[in-house]
């Protein structure tokens, strides 16, 4: 019986060498579009997110809010002359406020760790030594004769962000007195807590020394403001992961297993507000400024340094833009890391389907478009998982854990398909690789762009290679 050999048809041949450049396309595009689901990932993170501020801030606002210690100050009313509507002259009163020469601030923290469900708040609690001294009242310099001032109402004042913090009353060793500063509702005291001094004359005011104790409750965070002349602050603590944030940096920190030691110097001569001031002229306050977070995690051996944006909220001349202080912040933001690892889906997922595409090609086997849906599908789930560990076990182990679900279930589900072992092997390693290279990016804060790059450029050059096997 003879044989007969039909020739291919043109169209057959035709649609021989093209059908692996349509399938290509066809994967590019499903990988693309897998951005979509993508957008509701990122939304999932900042729901839950934004569920951790709100028990952050709940809790905060039943312990004590973040604090900015600021004071104290020297205040001193005074009478002016002034003409009315009607040109007559008339005597309106004022205040005069005075910053001290030295001012000496050491602080010892104590944090505290609050659970809400799988939430957790960093509280503190904090003893705060105030120490220093006022010299001669420079009233010449604010043009005003001392005629004019009424010593007898003189007071002190001192400024908190949240005076439900207080444990205890603050007592103000004022030369030989010892005075009790407290809540006045007056319009002398306005804000924060006052005490009346008495004075007999500018004399009574003068080359006095002070010393007080605040001790005081917080959460996240606790600021200083630098109102004297000189000043210095050494915070401690036994927290081992601070971010230091705000006008300035300190100028020594000492990190061990136990805790962290801080120390700031300020002078007058680098703040936006001067020694003294009438009324308002300079806003006193203990505003705290918005702190803006890290991603890195800091160890024993590093500090996180965050500098403070100046909030619109604050006036020109507000004390509170020359603050500075420490942040209790949880050392790993799972969501930030998480929100960031979003950012390279479209890599991994473009990867993936590149490299599944050169396998089945290279070993003559096929596999259907919505076979790749459903890897697609199980490469948006690894974030979803990534999402729900970190919530329990921390960032890195449920990178570890997502990684090896989401590797170990499109390996066996390649297996499958193919029905072969090599195939679904290699695609491991690679999606192994990937997922690798994806976290040392996520670890390297300042060399992410030189990594990613290299990587990019290494991983161009494999499909590059890889290609070369396949008769187009």
């Known amino acids: 019986m003879e044989t007969v050999i039909t020739e291919p048809s043109t169209a057959g041949l035709v649609w021989q060498k093209t059908k692996w450049i349509v399938k290509g396309c066809i994967v590019g595009l499903m990988a693309i579009l897998f951005m979509i689901p993508m957008v509701y990932v ?22 004590a809010g973040p604090q900015n210690i600021a004071g104290p100050v020297l205040c001193v009313p005074y009478f002016q002359t002034a003409l009315d509507a009607d040109k007559k002259p008339t005597l309106t009163k004022h205040i005069a406020s005075f910053l001290p020469e030295v001012l000496n601030i050491s602080s010892t ?23 220093g001294s006022f010299n001669k009242l420079p009233v010449e310099k604010l043009n005003i004769q001392p005629d004019k001032f009424i010593w007898a109402e003189a007071f002190v004042k001192l400024t908190l962000t949240d005076i439900k913090g207080l444990n205890e009353p603050i007592k103000l060793k004022w030369k030989d007195s010892l005075l009790e500063l407290s809540p006045q509702n007056d319009l002398n005291a306005k804000a924060g807590l006052s005490s009346t001094l008495a004075a007999a004359s500018i004399d009574d005011l003068q080359n006095v020394s002070f010393s007080a104790v605040i001790d005081l409750k917080g959460s996240e965070q606790l600021l200083f403001t630098p109102l004297g002349r000189s000043t210095i602050v ?14 300035s940096l300190p100028q020594s920190t000492e990190l061990k297993d136990t805790g962290f030691v801080a120390t700031w110097k300020s002078m007058a001569h680098t703040r936006n507000f ?17 702190v803006a977070f890290t991603n890195k995690a800091s160890i024993v051996g590093e500090v996180d340094y965050v500098r403070t944006p100046v909030d619109a909220n604050l006036t020109p001349g507000s004390v509170s833009n020359a603050a500075f202080g420490v942040n209790l912040f949880i050392p790993v933001n799972g969501y930030q890391k998480t929100m960031r690892t979003v950012k390279y889906a479209i890599l991994c997922i473009l990867l993936t389907f590149a490299a599944f595409f050169l396998i089945e090609t290279v070993h003559k086997k096929s596999a259907h478009p ?14 979803t998982l990534l999402l729900s560990f970190s919530e329990y076990t ?9 990684s090896i679900a989401t590797i170990g279930l499109i390996a ?44 990019l450029f290494l991983t161009l050059a494999v499909i590059m290679y890889f290609s070369r096997k396949i008769s187009w």
């Open 42 to 63: 990122k939304d999932l993170i900042r729901e839950r997110e934004e569920r951790q501020r709100e028990v952050t801030n709940e809790i905060s606002s039943k312990w």
């Open 109 to 131: 923290i104590t944090p505290i760790e609050k659970y809400r469900g799988i939430f957790k708040v960093m509280l503190y609690n904090s003893k705060t030594t105030l120490a």
């Open 234 to 247: 050494n915070v401690n603590s036994t927290w081992k992961e601070p971010s230091f944030n705000g006008s």
């Open 274 to 290: 001067p020694q003294q001031w009438v009324d308002d002229v300079v806003k006193l306050d203990a505003y705290v400024p918005p």
């Open 370 to 383: 919505f076979q790749y849906g459903l890897v697609g599908l199980a490469l948006v789930l690894f974030y």
């Open 394 to 402: 921390g960032f890195n182990a449920a990178y570890l854990l997502a």
């Open 412 to 455: 066996w589900f390649v297996r499958g398909i193919l029905q072969s072992t090599k195939p679904a092997t290699i695609l491991s390693v690679v999606l192994v690789l990937i997922y690798s290279y994806v976290f040392s990016i996520l670890q390297l804060q300042d060399y992410a762009l030189l990594f990613g790059s290299i990587g």
